[in-house]
């Protein structure tokens, strides 16, 4: 058959079977489905399935098998390495599949697979709950979950993943599965924390928390400060309570300089927390500071505006034991000589809960207390001439920092080039996950994480 002849089968078998729209090039819901956040990706699938029903995604995952085509899941758009598509593949797109659900009798919510951080929040906020996501209210809540799911609740709640209760998902022959504790366990485990390698997420159940408001502060200081600030950053998160959390950063600054961040929010007490977070300023006095009590989704919404949609990126990470000696004076020489304006180093301390749990409790590869190094590379479209360098500024500085790293790597950041890292990312749980992946998706429909 040509390729001209499968192409309009499958489209008009999709098209038959879906109640959402299919769409292909030229299409404006397809135009505006590949725009994903980072402008670097100019992937091209063949087709889009919007879907709207889990049936809907239940009949493009066995059409796709039928046909033996290159399958992805596109929820939020934040993979940065383009994850959610493939060239000439078919995209299911979950963009209209966003309700959720609050009973807040049990603290709990049921969200679609498409729903992002801002839906959870904003449908849970009324009844002053509020659920562990990470720092933006853009990201797809199950790409999240089911990669790890670091935020400022992390410490007191765990990680995303943590707080999972059970998801059901298309499988890859097309049949529905819930996966919970007590059904289909090992599938369960294995969702949380090894990415969208086993089914398509069509609803899950989250954990909520009683929190009316939270206290954020974030303080910026002059690039030469950076050695005593992450010095004193790094030797309070030893024994910081987990109601604090705590994200330090290199990043441009309000006049186009570069400054460090260091980005606090407080989720018990507030006269506790305007007490301990106090201790910063004394410290070293910031070039400015904005510390406020605002709502759980309001703070995600702030932190939004520290990142641009539609810019060009490429983005490395490290998990680090500590940040002091060889890897501090490393990340300092990478920020002095950050070749955009636009680009960033973040690092987010992860201690208290989700450092605690058992390493075999899900399929998460780390609990133990560390640090979370994201390196960006962000440029403008305008700027794709100085592309190569600024990748290179990123590469260079993870490289540099592998020998004081340890070996992995946070999975929802790795990428197919990153296999070094990738292999140990699960630490002990690698061999259970290659097991259940075999049982559960024997063909690899699902290839979201190299494992
Ligand atoms: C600006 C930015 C900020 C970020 N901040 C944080 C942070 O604070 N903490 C943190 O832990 N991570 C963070 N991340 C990483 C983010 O959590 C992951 O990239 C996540 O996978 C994004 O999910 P998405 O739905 O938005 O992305 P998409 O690109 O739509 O999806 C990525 C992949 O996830 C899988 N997937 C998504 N939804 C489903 C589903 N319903 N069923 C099956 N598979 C699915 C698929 O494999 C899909 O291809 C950030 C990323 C960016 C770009």
């Known amino acids: ?94 963009s209209n599949m966003r309700k959720v659900m609050i009973d807040a009798d ?43 799911g670091y935020g400022p609740l992390t410490p007191k709640y765990g990680l995303a993943l943590d ?71 790094n030797e309070y998160a030893r024994t910081a309570p987990d109601d604090l959390s705590m994200i330090t950063g290199i990043i441009p600054g309000p006049d186009g300089e570069t400054v460090v961040i260091v980005a606090l929010t407080w989720c018990g007490e507030i006269t506790a927390g305007e007490y301990l977070i106090a201790a910063f300023t004394y410290f070293q006095k910031p070039l400015s500071e904005k510390v406020q009590q605002l709502r759980y989704k309001d703070l995600l919404a702030e932190f939004d505006t520290f990142v641009t949609q539609g810019n060009c990126n490429d983005m490395k990470t490290r998990w680090l034991k500590e940040l002091k000696g060889q890897s501090l004076d490393i990340i300092l020489k990478a920020g002095a000589k950050i070749t955009s304006g636009l680009s960033t180093i973040t690092m987010q301390y992860c201690y208290g809960r989700a450092a605690k749990l058992p390493l075999d409790s899900t399929a998460f590869g780390l609990r133990e207390p560390h640090i979370l190094v994201l390196i960006t590379s962000t440029w403008t479209p305008d700027d794709d001439v100085h592309a190569e360098t600024h990748r290179r500024w990123s590469r260079d500085l993870c490289a540099d920092l592998a020998d004081d790293a340890l070996p992995g790597g946070y999975p929802n950041v790795l990428t197919k080039a990153d296999i070094a890292q990738v292999q140990f990312a699960y630490g002990d749980n690698l061999q259970r996950l290659r097991t259940v992946k075999s049982h559960y998706d024997p063909y690899q429909v699902f290839n979201s994480y190299p494992f």
């Open 1 to 94: 058959m040509s390729i001209q002849l499968l192409f309009h089968r499958v489209f008009s078998e999709l098209k038959e079977a879906l109640q959402g729209e299919v769409v292909s090039a030229g299409h404006p819901l397809y135009e505006k489905s590949v725009k994903l956040w980072n402008a670097a990706v100019h992937t091209r699938p063949a087709l889009i399935a919007l879907c709207t029903t889990d049936s809907d995604v239940a009949s493009a995952v066995r059409i796709a098998g039928k046909y033996q085509w290159d399958l992805t899941v596109r929820a939020g758009g934040h993979d940065w390495s383009g994850l959610a598509l493939s060239e000439n593949g078919l995209v299911i797109d979950l």
């Open 106 to 148: 049990k603290k709990e919510a049921v969200l679609q697979g498409g729903a992002t951080a801002g839906d959870l929040l904003a449908a849970a906020d009324p009844y002053n709950l509020v659920a562990v996501t990470g720092a933006g209210s853009t990201i797809g809540m199950a790409g999240l979950i089911m990669g790890g």
């Open 163 to 233: 707080n999972l209760i059970s998801a059901t998902l298309v499988m890859a022959d097309g049949n529905m599965l819930t996966a919970s504790e007590t059904e289909n366990a090992d599938l369960f485990w294995a969702i949380r924390g090894g990415g969208g390698n086993f089914g398509v997420v069509v609803s899950m159940r989250v954990r909520l928390h009683d929190a009316a408001s939270v206290l954020s502060a974030q303080f910026l200081y002059p690039l030469q400060a950076a050695p005593g600030i992450l010095m004193f950053c």
